[in-house]
């Protein structure tokens, strides 16, 4: 059907201005067939129907995550409650108005560098948004980093920091990268160096500041060409001395998220000038600040940033260093052990983004059922749906527990007041909180896009972002496999102490039950028996199956955690919880793998030979 246009003179112009490719406003011209368009039809030219789909609206953050408030009410020490839930609840507003405002605009506006400016000269200069440079600031005078080392709530106040810090992950357009990186260097500086002399003194000043002006954030670069978790054997970069603890880097950095930092912690080794036997060199760790006095890099070529499926609003780049000023912060040799505790804080900050990004997607996903309506009623009056969500929920709570308690036991540590257990504890469930968090965060949030039909899928609505974002924290700070290897580290030389820690306080956490969770707890029970048994007597076969022994692990640990939880509140929907962890998943698929003799030597092979294929040519 062709239709007529009648044009009046004014409107020629802006028609052909159409055909240019220049859109006019369309208002101007009108349509022969709208003048006489029956007012029934509800589309023409300028009507698009009556019906738009309702976004879903964030409330505050810290009111609208119960089972946060619920473990620090039970958990906090009443005049510390009393002191910092104030900040909390304003906080929680904050989150989910302006700084998620901020997030948005840091992800429609990613970081560029300019090599050269227009008149060929080379710059090397990094841009940042606006928004990004005030997520910075946001990060100083909410105390972000700060909270955990003013020491003011003693071993609450690490509990205080990292539930703002949970708040904030969400919104903060990935500024929680820099953000675990600069908590992690002020641990590596507290532990290592801050008291050899005024350098460091001054570093961990500025990274635990409350002024924006003297706030530094810090990188972790670690990763080089070799790349990977093979930190020890893919390290190339070397240092020469020239005095005192001072020496020169000289190498390529591969992967360096946070290239717009003040300084940074990495690894290197220390060769003679003549370059001899430095590929056998153990690595040392160093420091550096990344700008010299006078403004510019400190011998560093920023080569290109990279190309990312997510995190697009955080600067991640390939840096060459050429004869870089660092200060050698460990003794010789001993980078690998001194990085450890920056490691254990990023990893810690990963699971905090991993389950606070899960709350996140529930939230929006909860809002939205409440509002969009399909089939002639609310999203929220399907069962299947509500059950849906009601899984999430379930993730969201168990892995919510073991966070909030291995950060209970860092708080401990650093005040001198943890137990013997509750140190192999941390030791032992830091590994895997985050590989079982990173893994659940991706499946959650892809299941929790799928709530949004395909508006979820769309890249103007703000959501698609979320599972792009996602996807890098089972990678980050170890991938799933590597962090398992950990956890078989920690039980090898640990001997029998560690898993024996692990045994008792589960069963100390299941004997809390009152009775009504006997059948939970008797799963739990059994889980924990037959993942025992696996352990002392299939030594050999511990590295295939370090992967479902981690997850094992987290999956019994959190079923006690939510057993315990529902004991105290005597809660309804928490018994509910309970059950669902312990009774609807295998809580041990070590055992059930095992039986199944997936870990036998012939399976082994068949697996191998799946994979492995000859190249067609």
């Known amino acids: 059907m062709v239709l007529r246009f009648s044009i009046h003179r004014r409107a020629f112009s802006k028609l052909l201005s159409f055909k240019r490719g220049i859109v006019p406003n369309l208002g101007s011209i009108r349509c022969a067939a709208e003048v006489s368009k029956p007012n029934w039809i509800p589309f023409s030219i300028s009507q698009h129907g009556k019906f738009f789909q309702q976004q879903p609206k964030l409330g505050n953050q810290y009111l609208h995550d119960a089972p946060l408030r619920n473990y620090l009410k039970r958990n906090l020490p009443k005049e510390v409650l009393y002191e910092i839930e104030p900040d909390l609840v304003r906080f929680g507003d904050c989150v989910a108005s302006d700084i998620n405002d901020l997030g948005r605009e840091c992800e429609l506006n990613p ?35 700060a909270i955990g080392y003013e020491n003011k709530y003693s071993e609450w106040s690490r509990l205080y920091q990292m539930v703002k810090v949970y708040l ?110 430095q590929e056998f060199q153990p690595l040392s760790l160093f420091y550096l600040e990344t700008k010299e006095i006078d403004g510019n890099l400190n011998k560093i070529q920023i080569i290109r940033l990279k190309d990312k499926l997510g995190t697009r609003q955080l600067p991640t780049a390939e840096l060459l260093l050429d004869g870089t000023t660092a200060y050698k912060i460990s003794e010789n040799g001993q980078g690998i052990a001194a990085i450890s505790y920056m490691l254990t804080m990023t990893r810690i900050h990963n699971a905090v983004g991993s389950i606070s990004i899960m709350r996140r997607i529930l939230n929006l ?47 401990k540590q650093e005040c001198n007041k943890a137990t013997d257990e509750e140190v192999l504890l941390f030791r032992l469930l830091t590994p895997i909180l985050k590989l079982y968090t ?20 769309m890249e103007d609505t703000g959501i698609a972002s ?20 950990d956890v078989l580290r920690s039980l090898r030389n640990h001997g029998t102490e560690i898993f024996g820690a692990y045994y008792s306080n589960v069963l100390s956490r299941l004997h809390s039950d009152s009775g009504k969770l006997q059948e939970p707890k008797s799963i739990v029970e059994l889980a924990l028996h037959n993942t025992t048994n696996f352990i002392q007597e299939n030594p050999d ?3 295939t199956a370090a992967r479902d022994l981690a997850y094992s692990l987290a999956r019994i640990y959190i079923g006690s955690l939510l057993i315990e939880n529902a004991s105290t509140t005597q809660s309804e929907q928490d018994n509910i919880i309970a059950f669902r962890w312990c009774c609807t998943q295998d809580l041990a698929p070590v055992h059930t793998n095992h039986q199944l003799k997936l870990y036998e030597e012939n399976v082994l092979n068949n697996d191998r030979n799946m994979i492995m294929l000859e190249p067609f040519f």
Not at 233 to 246: K, R, V, W
Not at 438 to 457: I, N, T
């Open 111 to 145: 970081p560029k560098l300019y090599q050269q400016n227009a008149w060929g000269i080379y710059v090397n200069k990094l841009w940042t948004c606006d928004a990004w440079k005030k997520l910075h600031d946001i990060c100083a005078e909410e105390g972000l980093v």
């Open 168 to 277: 904030y992950s969400p919104s903060s357009g990935f500024y929680s990268c820099p953000l675990a990186m600069t908590d992690g260097a002020a641990k590596t500086i507290q532990m290592v160096a801050r008291n050899t002399n005024k350098r460091y003194q001054t570093a961990f000043n500025n990274l635990i500041s409350r002024d924006p002006k003297q706030f530094w954030t810090s990188g972790q670069w670690m990763t080089e060409k070799k790349g990977g978790s093979d930190v020890a054997g893919g390290t190339e970069t070397i240092a020469l001395h020239q005095e005192n603890d001072c020496y020169k880097l000289y190498g390529y950095k591969w992967f360096t998220s946070a290239a717009d930092s003040d300084m940074s912690l990495t690894l290197a080794k220390i060769s003679d000038k003549n370059g001899e036997d």
């Open 365 to 411: 996903a909860s809002d939205y059922a409440n509002r969009r309506s399909v089939f002639g009623s609310k999203l929220n009056n399907y069962p299947l749906h509500v059950q849906t969500l009601a899984r999430m929920e379930t993730e969201i709570q168990g892995s919510l527990l073991l966070l909030l308690e291995v950060i209970r036991w860092l708080g």
């Open 438 to 457: 990173a893994k659940q965060a991706v499946a959650v949030v892809s299941e929790g896009l799928e709530c949004f039909g395909g508006q979820g899928y």
């Open 466 to 485: 979320i599972l792009r974002d996602i996807q890098v924290v089972p990678i980050w700070e170890g991938t799933t496999n590597i962090l398992s290897l």
């Open 541 to 543: 076969k511990l590295i």
